[in-house]
């Protein structure tokens, strides 16, 4: 019966409740040895040591009717000051609701802000003030995301339209001219398509591993460095590679996602002649994994923007695309989003000559798989 009732209607008849049996309980302690002094006298035979009575005594018929009236009088004394105090248990309730309401309703910039004194709903209220804050975050970024995405996936889709427009409206092109434009048409195609699948990798590291196995950080790295040797060799970068085993758990596909994008940021950005250093080890419970390169100087400010997605340290002037996320600014942003699917720590640094230092500190061992929310 009290299911379809208010929580305040159901405290304050709890509390009413409770009021009245604390009622019930002092009339039965003064009634019950008043009641039995009375029967302890005899009928018309007073008490030897009987005290001179200096006005009328409560018979037994008269207490107990006092005591039904009290009872009676205590049911609304009872119910109001159950309804009292459930009202002043409930208030910052309603302030969470009503504040909620309105950062429901899209005003995510406002706080319940509950204060003083400190108890279980305030602790509720900077729970949600945490949580709100969280959110907040999340749209803005997520709003960035998109609006970043937006420029980056029309930014192509512009180009081919405008050449394609060029090379209608021009009557005497030849056939090699329609050839020339059908191998940039070509070279454009291939450029969104690498964007797609960067946005598709930071969606999938994002949402986390779906499947997770052991595996050696050293391994990944060595397949990895196998496929981009030949880059590093036209572009006379130094490599030097220290491969202990680390073994660690997670998804491999993420995994690899992570190592590939950090080796291709290190070549990409790097400078003819440059120098990149790759190393794995085992290190107390962890296992590492540091890549340092050297490139362009970057400030040290600078250096957490770059793993947020479309965040560049400067324009690519000369166009190059190399690998995926690489030149769109997905590619660091990739790997921070597996360092958070694994539960893994990232550290991250500007070398003082130039360049860049990323640490990604994994579990060693088999740990439990690290949910992610469809998440910070």
Request: negative net charge.
């Given at each position: 019966?009290?299911?379809?009732?208010?929580?305040?209607?159901?405290?304050?008849?709890?509390?009413?409740?409770?009021?009245?049996?604390?009622?019930?309980?002092?009339?039965?302690?003064?009634?019950?040895?008043?009641?039995?002094?009375?029967?302890?006298?005899?009928?018309?035979?007073?008490?030897?040591?009987?005290?001179?009575e200096t006005g009328p005594g409560i018979s037994l018929p008269q207490l107990l009717m006092g005591s039904a009236v009290a009872l009676v009088m205590l049911i609304p004394v009872a119910l109001a000051l159950g309804w009292y105090v459930a009202g002043r248990f409930l208030q910052p309730l309603r302030a969470i609701t009503a504040t909620a309401n309105v950062i429901s309703a899209g005003d995510l910039h406002r706080r319940l802000d509950?204060?003083?004194?400190?108890?279980?709903?305030?602790?509720?209220?900077?729970?949600?003030?945490?949580?709100?804050?969280?959110?907040?975050?999340?749209?803005?970024?997520?709003?960035?995301f998109v609006a970043n995405a937006s420029h980056e996936l029309r930014t192509p889709l512009a180009g081919l339209r405008t050449l394609l427009e060029v090379a209608l409206a021009d009557s005497g092109a030849d056939t090699g001219t329609l050839r020339s434009?059908?191998?940039?048409?070509?070279?454009?195609?291939?450029?969104?398509?690498?964007?797609?699948?960067?946005?598709?990798?930071?969606?999938?590291?994002?949402?986390?591993?779906?499947?997770?196995?052991?595996?050696?950080?050293?391994?990944?790295?060595?397949?990895?460095?196998?496929?981009?040797?030949?880059?590093?060799?036209?572009?006379?970068?130094?490599?030097?590679?220290?491969?202990?085993?680390?073994?660690?758990?997670?998804?491999?596909?993420?995994?690899?996602?992570?190592?590939?994008?950090?080796?291709?940021?290190?070549?990409?950005?790097?400078?003819?002649?440059?120098?990149?250093?790759?190393?794995?080890?085992?290190?107390?419970?962890?296992?590492?994994?540091?890549?340092?390169?050297?490139?362009?100087?970057?400030?040290?400010?600078?250096?957490?923007?770059?793993?947020?997605?479309?965040?560049?340290?400067?324009?690519?002037?000369?166009?190059?695309?190399?690998?995926?996320?690489?030149?769109?600014?997905?590619?660091?942003?990739?790997?921070?989003?597996?360092?958070?699917?694994?539960?893994?720590?990232?550290?991250?640094?500007?070398?003082?000559?130039?360049?860049?230092?990323?640490?990604?500190?994994?579990?060693?061992?088999?740990?439990?798989?690290?949910?992610?929310?469809?998440?910070?």
């Amino acid at each position: 019966m009290l299911a379809g009732r208010s929580l305040q209607k159901r405290l304050a008849l709890a509390y009413a409740a409770g009021i009245y049996a604390a009622g019930v309980f002092v009339l039965v302690l003064v009634v019950v040895p008043l009641a039995s002094i009375d029967a302890a006298v005899p009928k018309g035979r007073p008490s030897p040591s009987a005290v001179t009575e200096t006005g009328p005594g409560i018979s037994l018929p008269q207490l107990l009717m006092g005591s039904a009236v009290a009872l009676v009088m205590l049911i609304p004394v009872a119910l109001a000051l159950g309804w009292y105090v459930a009202g002043r248990f409930l208030q910052p309730l309603r302030a969470i609701t009503a504040t909620a309401n309105v950062i429901s309703a899209g005003d995510l910039h406002r706080r319940l802000d509950l204060g003083e004194p400190t108890d279980e709903l305030t602790e509720l209220g900077h729970t949600l003030d945490g949580l709100f804050a969280r959110l907040q975050a999340a749209f803005d970024a997520q709003r960035h995301f998109v609006a970043n995405a937006s420029h980056e996936l029309r930014t192509p889709l512009a180009g081919l339209r405008t050449l394609l427009e060029v090379a209608l409206a021009d009557s005497g092109a030849d056939t090699g001219t329609l050839r020339s434009v059908c191998q940039e048409a070509l070279a454009l195609g291939a450029h969104q398509e690498r964007l797609v699948q960067a946005l598709l990798d930071l969606a999938t590291s994002e949402r986390g591993g779906t499947r997770w196995d052991t595996l050696d950080l050293a391994h990944v790295v060595e397949g990895v460095l196998a496929s981009r040797r030949d880059r590093v060799t036209r572009k006379g970068i130094g490599l030097a590679e220290h491969l202990s085993p680390a073994v660690t758990a997670g998804d491999t596909g993420l995994i690899e996602s992570l190592v590939t994008n950090l080796i291709d940021n290190a070549i990409g950005h790097n400078h003819e002649g440059g120098h990149l250093e790759v190393t794995t080890r085992t290190s107390g419970t962890q296992a590492a994994l540091t890549v340092t390169n050297t490139g362009p100087v970057i400030p040290g400010d600078q250096v957490e923007r770059l793993f947020q997605p479309f965040q560049k340290l400067a324009p690519d002037r000369h166009g190059h695309r190399h690998g995926r996320g690489e030149g769109y600014g997905l590619g660091l942003a990739i790997v921070h989003a597996v360092t958070r699917a694994h539960g893994a720590t990232l550290t991250a640094g500007a070398c003082p000559g130039g360049g860049l230092s990323i640490t990604v500190r994994f579990a060693h061992g088999s740990p439990e798989p690290f949910l992610t929310s469809g998440d910070d």
